[in-house]
C-alpha cells in the first residue's frame, strides 16, 4: 500500500471462514497504544450452518471485543449481517459511544437460511461508497465471518474482482470443517494473508492478531514459517519431482534450469532427510521414470543423475506423470513414510479432461503435492487442482525460470515442515439415492434436463465404484407415480452414471414426493451395505410442493429411522418448510428462484475423512 499518496485510501479486508486446521498458538502481544483511525465493515454469517443462536452469539462477542480497542470518537464502525440476504444493520454514522455499539451489536438476531456471501459483499461496497470522500485517507477495514462455502460462487467470484481491482488487501481466517478451501484462496492475497481456527470458541485467539493490523506498535501477525534451510525431515519422506520436457521449454538451457532447482532443494534437504527416499518423472508426449525411489548415502549421487537428465521435447501430456507417479507411490508404499510431489510445468495439460481426473485419484491417495507454475502461458486453475491444501501453501507462481531460485528456502521449509503427522484424507464410501421431481410445474424437457445437469455436477464430487472404499448411486424419478430408474449397482463408473441420469425421459404428472421416498427406503432395506463405513444418502430435487404432504411426513419419519442423511433442493414454487422437514440438518437445504440457477449451487457431500 503507497501510504506516501495521502488521499489515497486503503483497505484490509479480513476474511474469517471455517476449516479445520488449527493456527500457530503463539498469540501476538497487543499493547492497546497506538491505534489510528479505521472505519471497520463486520460481514456476519448469520446462515443455517452455524445452527444455534448461541453459535451466532460468539460472532457478536468477538465484533465487541475487537472494537474494544477503538477511539470510537474518530473511528466508525459498520455491521452487515447475511444469509439468504443480506442486511446493514448498523450504518458508520449509528454509533460514536463504545458501550452503545456493544450493546446494539449484540442484540442483533440470528435468522438461518442459505449462505449469499456475494450479497453482502455487495453491501459492504455500498456502505463505503456512500461515505469514501467524506474519510479520504482513512483505512477501511472489512472482518468476514462465515462458516462455510458460498451458496452462489460464481457470483462472489464477481465481487471479488470488484474488491481485488480496488487495491483491497485481503485476508482469511478459517474456522470449522465446512469451508471451502478455494474460496479462502481466492478472497485472500496470499497464504501468509491467512489464519485457521477450528472453531468458533477459537475467534478470541484472532482478536490480537486482527487489532495489530490497525494498531501501530503491535507485530504484523502471519502464520507463515520464517524460510530456512535447515528443516526436521526426521520422518521419512518420499519424494517425487514431476517435471515438465515438452517443446515450450525452447531450449535445453532452460530444461537445465529445472534440474538445477531440483538439485538445490535437495542439497538443502540433504542432511535432514535420513531414510528419505528421491525419484524424478519427466514428461511431454510420454511420462519417463528418470530416476526411481532410492536412498541416497550422498547427495553427489543424485544431484549427479539428475543434472545428466535429456531434455526431449514434445506434448504437455502431464496426466500421464501423474498417474506414472502415484503408481511408484502405490508399488514403493510403507508405513511410516509421507508421500509427496512437486509439479513443475510451464502450460496447461495437453489433455485436461484426463489430467483432471488423474488429479482426483492422487488426492485420494493422500499425497501432499506442492505445483510450481512457470511463465504466462501456465493453466492457473489446473495449478490450483494439482495443488494440495490449503492452496496457498502448495502453488507457487514465477515469471520465469530463472524465478525457480527464489522458491528454494520457501520450498524446503515447506516439504519439511517437522515431526506434526500429514493428514491423510481419502473419501468415504456411499450410497447415493437422487430423487428428481418430473412433474408437470416443469413445463419440458429443458427444465428437466437442468435437474439432470445438476445431478450430473454432483456425481464428479464423488467416486463410483465396485471396491469397499467406492461409492455407489441409484436414481428415482416421480410425478404422479415413482419410477426406480436405475438401482446402485447397476452402473460403475462416474461416466456409466452421468451417461445414464441425463438420458432420462421426462414425464409429468402430480408431484407425489412420498412415493420417491417410499422406493428409497425400500432399496436401502434390501441392498444397502453392511459396513458401518459406507453412508447413507438421499438427494431430492424439486421445483414444487408435495401432492400429498401428510404422507411425505410418515415416509420422512422412515428416513430418519433408517439413518440416511438427506439433502433437499428446491426451485421456484417450492414449499420451504417441506424442504426443511426432508432435510436431516437446516445446512442440508438448498433453494432457488428457479431452474436456471440450480449451475450457481455448490453442494459438498460430507464424504471426506482425514486420520
Avoid at 438476531?109 to 459483499?121: E, S
Wanted: aromatic share 8%.
Amino acid at each position: 500500500m503507497n501510504s506516501a499518496v495521502a488521499t489515497q485510501v486503503t483497505w484490509t479486508l479480513v476474511v474469517l471462514l471455517l476449516s479445520p486446521v488449527l493456527i500457530e498458538s503463539q498469540r501476538s502481544p497487543f499493547t492497546g497504544q497506538g491505534c489510528e483511525v479505521v472505519d471497520l465493515i463486520f460481514i456476519l454469517d448469520r446462515s443455517w450452518s452455524l445452527r444455534s443462536p448461541e453459535n451466532f452469539q460468539k460472532e457478536l462477542n468477538f465484533v465487541a471485543q475487537v472494537v474494544s480497542v477503538l477511539d470510537f470518537d474518530k473511528s466508525r464502525v459498520s455491521v452487515v449481517t447475511f444469509s439468504d440476504d443480506a442486511d446493514l444493520n448498523i450504518k458508520f454514522n449509528d454509533y460514536f459511544r463504545l458501550d452503545d455499539f456493544q450493546r446494539a451489536v449484540r442484540a442483533l438476531p440470528w435468522i438461518g437460511g442459505n449462505t449469499y456471501t456475494h450479497k453482502a459483499i455487495e453491501m459492504m461496497l455500498q456502505e463505503y461508497n456512500q461515505h469514501v470522500r467524506d474519510r479520504a485517507g482513512i483505512t477501511t477495514i472489512g472482518v468476514v465471518v462465515t462458516d462455510g462455502g458460498s451458496t452462489d460462487p460464481y457470483k462472489l467470484e464477481d465481487v471479488v474482482k470488484v474488491v481485488h481491482n480496488d487495491r483491497i488487501e485481503m485476508f482469511a481466517i478459517g474456522v470449522g470443517d465446512e469451508v471451502n478451501q478455494q474460496e479462502l484462496e481466492m478472497l485472500a492475497s496470499g497464504y501468509d494473508h491467512v489464519y485457521l481456527l477450528n472453531d468458533l470458541n477459537s475467534l478470541s485467539d484472532v482478536q490480537d492478531k486482527l487489532t495489530a493490523r490497525f494498531c501501530r506498535g503491535t507485530p504484523a501477525p502471519s502464520t507463515q514459517a520464517p524460510p530456512q534451510d535447515i528443516t526436521d525431515c526426521s520422518e521419512p519422506v518420499d519424494l517425487v519431482f514431476v517435471l515438465d520436457s515438452s517443446w515450450s521449454l525452447m531450449t535445453e538451457t532452460n530444461f537445465q534450469k529445472e534440474l538445477k532447482f531440483v538439485t538445490d532443494v535437495v542439497s538443502a534437504l540433504s542432511e535432514q532427510m535420513g531414510q528419505s527416499r528421491l525419484s524424478v518423472i519427466t514428461f511431454s508426449d510420454q511420462a519417463t521414470l528418470a530416476i526411481s525411489f532410492s536412498v541416497y548415502s550422498t547427495k553427489s549421487d543424485f544431484v549427479q543423475k539428475v543434472l545428466n537428465l535429456p531434455w526431449i521435447g514434445g506434448n504437455t501430456y502431464t496426466d500421464k506423470a501423474l498417474e506414472m507417479m502415484y503408481k511408484q507411490f502405490d508399488r514403493f508404499r510403507e508405513v511410516g513414510r509421507r508421500p509427496v510431489g512437486v509439479v513443475i510445468t510451464d502450460g496447461g495439460s495437453t489433455d485436461p479432461f484426463r489430467t483432471q481426473s488423474v488429479i482426483k485419484k492422487v488426492k485420494e491417495k493422500g499425497i501432499t503435492m506442492f505445483a510450481i507454475g512457470v511463465g504466462m502461458s501456465i493453466n492457473k486453475e489446473e495449478l490450483k487442482m494439482i495443488a494440495s491444501q490449503p492452496v496457498a501453501e502448495h502453488e507457487f507462481m514465477v515469471d520465469d525460470l530463472d524465478g525457480l531460485n527464489m522458491l528454494r528456502s520457501t520450498l524446503v521449509s515447506r516439504l519439511c515442515p517437522g515431526p506434526t503427522k500429514t493428514p491423510l484424507c481419502r473419501s468415504e464410501p456411499a450410497d447415493i439415492f437422487f430423487l428428481v421431481d418430473k412433474s408437470s410445474s416443469l413445463k419440458n424437457r429443458g427444465n428437466f434436463l437442468k435437474e439432470l445437469e445438476f445431478i450430473a455436477r454432483i456425481i464428479d464430487t464423488i467416486i463410483v465404484g465396485v471396491g469397499p472404499d467406492d461409492s455407489r448411486v441409484g436414481l428415482i424419478s416421480f410425478s404422479t407415480e415413482a419410477l426406480l430408474e436405475f438401482g446402485m449397482s447397476e452402473y460403475t463408473s462416474n461416466e456409466a452414471v452421468k451417461r445414464a441420469v441425463l438420458a432420462l425421459n421426462f414425464t409429468t404428472g402430480d408431484t407425489y414426493t412420498h412415493k420417491a421416498f417410499d422406493i428409497m427406503i425400500d432399496q436401502f432395506k434390501r441392498f444397502q451395505r453392511t459396513s458401518s463405513r459406507v453412508k447413507k444418502i438421499g438427494f431430492v430435487v424439486t421445483d414444487g410442493q408435495s401432492t400429498d404432504p401428510n404422507s411425505l411426513k410418515q415416509s420422512i419419519r422412515e428416513v430418519q429411522a433408517l439413518g440416511i442423511e438427506m439433502y433437499a433442493v428446491g426451485a421456484g414454487d417450492f414449499d420451504s418448510e417441506e424442504l426443511l422437514m426432508m432435510a436431516s440438518d437446516p445446512s442440508n437445504v438448498f433453494h432457488v428462484d428457479d431452474l436456471d440457477d440450480l449451475r450457481t449451487i455448490s453442494v459438498e457431500l460430507n464424504l471426506k475423512k482425514c486420520t
